[in-house]
Each structure stands twice: as structure tokens, then as C-alpha cells.
């Protein structure tokens, strides 16, 4: 978390909410400071016990992650799991978690987007030439984030079901104080350092064209974004990005690791959405991938965009990208490189580049290609699928291959039959299989495909 602010929660010098990070040059204009100083150094697997994984309390103390933790907590405590209930897959259990999920995300993200864009709290705009979304853009994110917390408490209640059910080991809340719930606390401390890793690597394999064309460009639509948008996306990005709650298939934990995984995922994009500069945990960093596609596809406390050449410090900063392809924006969005979101004949043209991203208009929405519409197609058939399953009209094997590899093979096939011209590996086709590609595609997979598998088919195979 070393991009933030530096104060108690990764507040601002004076420990405001609303005010620079101490490390933002305010005499700069708003993103023109340079994050440099602040991105993660070779030999970070050492420096990160100082303000991560290993260091007790200190992650939590002086970064977001302590109101997040304080969320879930809250959360977990006030509205504890009934396994049993979860077990038989109960409606009341169901809806509850469901108002619960909705209440607490519409929240965060209304207060967000209220303080800033209403209240006007904040006043370091990154594109102060975009005075915020229109009121269509607003409800087209809104609509999709909501649909981001449907499908966060049907991951949830999955993982809790699979807990009540027995089909996953897992601690019982009353051995959390015994050595056999120590665990528990190690891997809470663990939980910020893998999400920065999940979230690189499924960022990164959502930006290969076939999955960027079908899927993340709808995240990207909002090049200069707003809290809304940093849950706006397309369903089959919400199932790889809530993916990183497979963590808990692979260590024994208290089912507070679930709570706290998903809070962290669900809360942490809205703030860091924000477009602003001047607030508790304004990212430029992330801004500046909205605005250029093709740079900072982690978080700034890890080192992987500096490693691969695909970083960018600041506004303007053409000399830190070494990544394999810059035209990515050509060929995305029509909007002008500056962010600012097409206005007039432009804009209203209605072409495949305003689908994909930088119109205003609720219209643009909607698919502008058959590919695109039948990749939509796929998308419904997904629950559908997934029902045969639960009649067992489908064997569980077919059904988590369907669902974790479907939209992959899908969107390769959109893409042939439209006969895209483009490399289907492109931005990074110019990278080796061998090298950088190889790596990325392997661990990518290993972070979104493989936990989705394994959820889909633990939860329709008998126990």
C-alpha cells in the first residue's frame, strides 16, 4: 500500500479524508506527480514484510486495509453465517445475505460518488477538462456494479455452502483462540498481498484482445471513471475478479477469510475510481491505466509493471512504457488521448469503437456487432448451464469446464467468425511464449480458470 497516503488508514498527512497524499506534489497538476519513489523495488519480497504480508498490524494500521478489515469485521460479527442454512441452500439465508450485500454496496459507492461529484469534497480533478459523468453513463455503471453485488453473494453464498455442507475444511469461529485457529490470523494478514497478485495476473489476462473485446472493454468505457465504475463490469469479469475467493480452497481457514476476501474486493474499487487526486485512497496510479489501456495493470506497491516494462508514472510519461505494443488506444476508443469523453457527431457516430468505450450515450451500450450480441448469448446461457447442473441433467465436470473455460473459448470464436484482424493475443503477442507471455497466461489462468473449476464443480458434485 505504499501509494497512499502514509497516515492511520492510509489517510492524508494531517489524516484527513478528503486531502493529497503526502507524497503528491501540489504544485504539480492533478496525476503530473511522479509515483516512481512509491513502486514496488527489486528485492520487494523484502521490503513488503514492512508494509504487508509479514508485518503484524502495520498493513492494516497504515493503509485502506484497516477500514476494510473494519467492514468485514463489523459485517461478520453483526451478520454471522448460518452453515447450516447455507447447507441446504436456504431462501431466507439467500435473501438475507443479498440485502445485506446490497445495502452495504450501494452505500459505499453512493457516499463515494455523493462527496465528490455532489458535495464536491474534492478538488484535484485528474481531467479537469470532464467536469463527471452524464447522468446515462452514471446509470450504466450503476447498473453493473449492482450486478457485481448479485453476483458477490452468489459467490458467497457458495463458498459458505460449501463450508455447511462439508465439502471444504474450514475452522469453526470457537477455535479461532486455539493453535489450531492461528492459522486463520496468518492468512488474514495474508489476504492484501494476494489480492494484489490475483488482481495483476487476472487483470492482465483479461486485457488479451479476445477477453478485452468481449469482456473488460465494458470496465474501460469509462476511460476518465467515477466510484460507479470500478465495479462496472461484464459478468464474466465479475466471476474472474470475485475468483480471488478461491484462496480458501487452498488453505484451511474460518470462514471470515471469505467475508474479508470478498469485502476487500467489493470496496476497494470505488475510492480508486474516483478520478480525483485529493481524497483517502485517490489512485493515480490505476487512473492512469484508464486512461492509456495498455500500462499499470497492478497496484503499485508490487513490481510487476516495472519488471515487464508496462508502467507509466504520471500523465505525459512516455519514457517508463516498454511494453511490447503502445496503439492499444488507437484502436479502442475514440475519444481524445487526453481522456476527455467524445462530445458532438464524433461521438454520436455509432460505431464498434463508442460500444467499446468513450461515449455518453446509454444507446452505445448496446452491442454494435452480431459477435458482440452473441457473445451476450453465451453470457445468459451461463445460469442455464449451471441449472442443468444443479438437476444433475449435466455431469459437474462439464459444467465448471463450460463455465470457467467457456468464456475464453467463446470469445475466441466471436472473434474468428467476425474475422478480427487483430492478433487474438494482442496487446502482448510480441511477447514469447517461452518468456513473459508464457508466465502470464499460466498463472492467469491458475488465478481466475482454476477457482472457478474448482467452485463450480464442488458445488454440483455430491458430497
Not at 460479527?77 to 440485502?99: G, K, N, S, V
Not at 463515494?112 to 464536491?120: A, D, E, T, V
Not at 483462540?177 to 486463520?184: D, I, P, V, Y
Amino acid at each position: 500500500m505504499a501509494g497512499f497516503g502514509g497516515g492511520i488508514a492510509g489517510l492524508g498527512p494531517t489524516n484527513a479524508v478528503f486531502e493529497p497524499a503526502a507524497w503528491v506534489d501540489k504544485s504539480k497538476q492533478p496525476g503530473h506527480t511522479s509515483t516512481a519513489p512509491r513502486t514496488g523495488q527489486p528485492g520487494w519480497w523484502f521490503s513488503w514484510p514492512k508494509i504487508g504480508i509479514f508485518g503484524v498490524g502495520l498493513p492494516f494500521v497504515y493503509s485502506p486495509n484497516l477500514v476494510w478489515f473494519a467492514c468485514a469485521a463489523l459485517i461478520y460479527c453483526c451478520f454471522p453465517y448460518d452453515l447450516e442454512a447455507a447447507a441446504r441452500w436456504d431462501d431466507t439465508f439467500i435473501m438475507q445475505r443479498l440485502y445485506i450485500n446490497l445495502s452495504c454496496g450501494i452505500l459505499w459507492y453512493s457516499w463515494w460518488h455523493l462527496s465528490i461529484y455532489y458535495f464536491h469534497f474534492a478538488s484535484r480533478k485528474f481531467n479537469p477538462k470532464n467536469n463527471g459523468p452524464t447522468l446515462p453513463r452514471l446509470l450504466h455503471n450503476m447498473w453493473y456494479c449492482v450486478m457485481g453485488l448479485v453476483i458477490w453473494t452468489a459467490v458467497e453464498v457458495t463458498m459458505i455452502h460449501l463450508m455447511g455442507s462439508g465439502k471444504l475444511l474450514y475452522t469453526p469461529n470457537e477455535k479461532l483462540l486455539t493453535r489450531e485457529g492461528f492459522s486463520t490470523l496468518w492468512w488474514v494478514l495474508a489476504m492484501p498481498a494476494f489480492r494484489d497478485l490475483h488482481f495483476y495476473f487476472a487483470h492482465r489476462t483479461i486485457h488479451i484482445r479476445v477477453l478485452y473485446t468481449y469482456v473488460h472493454s465494458l470496465h474501460h468505457r469509462n476511460n476518465d471513471p467515477e466510484p460507479f465504475s470500478g465495479l462496472c463490469m461484464h459478468p464474466i469479469e465479475h466471476m474472474y475478479y470475485f475468483s480471488c475467493v478461491g484462496f480458501s480452497f487452498f488453505v484451511v481457514g474460518s470462514p471470515f477469510l471469505v467475508t474479508w476476501n470478498l469485502i476487500h474486493a467489493v470496496l476497494a474499487p470505488a475510492a480508486g475510481h474516483s478520478g480525483y487526486e485529493d481524497h483517502w485512497q485517490s489512485d493515480q496510479f490505476h487512473h492512469l491505466h484508464h486512461q492509456y489501456f495498455e500500462c499499470n495493470y497492478g497496484n503499485i506497491g508490487v513490481p510487476f509493471d516495472k519488471w515487464f516494462g508496462t508502467i507509466r508514472h504520471f500523465i505525459g510519461d512516455k519514457a517508463s512504457y516498454r511494453g511490447a505494443d503502445t496503439s492499444v488506444r488507437s484502436t479502442t476508443a475514440t475519444v481524445p488521448h487526453d481522456g476527455v469523453q467524445g462530445t458532438g457527431a464524433t461521438a454520436r457516430t455509432r460505431t464498434t469503437d463508442t460500444y467499446l468505450c468513450g461515449s455518453e450515450h446509454l444507446v452505445d451500450a448496446l452491442p454494435a456487432r452480431a459477435d458482440h450480441a452473441m457473445y451476450w448469448i453465451f453470457t445468459a446461457s451461463m445460469p442455464l448451464v449451471l441449472g442443468l447442473g444443479f438437476k444433475r441433467a449435466w455431469h459437474p465436470h462439464l459444467v465448471a469446464m463450460y463455465t470457467a473455460l467457456g468464456p475464453l473459448v467463446a470469445a475466441w470464436c466471436c472473434a474468428r467468425w467476425h474475422g478480427d484482424k487483430q492478433a487474438l493475443l494482442w496487446p502482448f503477442h510480441k511477447e514469447t511464449l517461452a518468456g513473459s507471455l508464457g508466465c502470464h497466461l499460466v498463472l492467469g489462468m491458475l488465478m481466475t480458470v482454476l477457482p472457478v473449476y474448482i467452485g463450480v464443480y464442488l458445488t454440483l458434485s455430491p458430497v
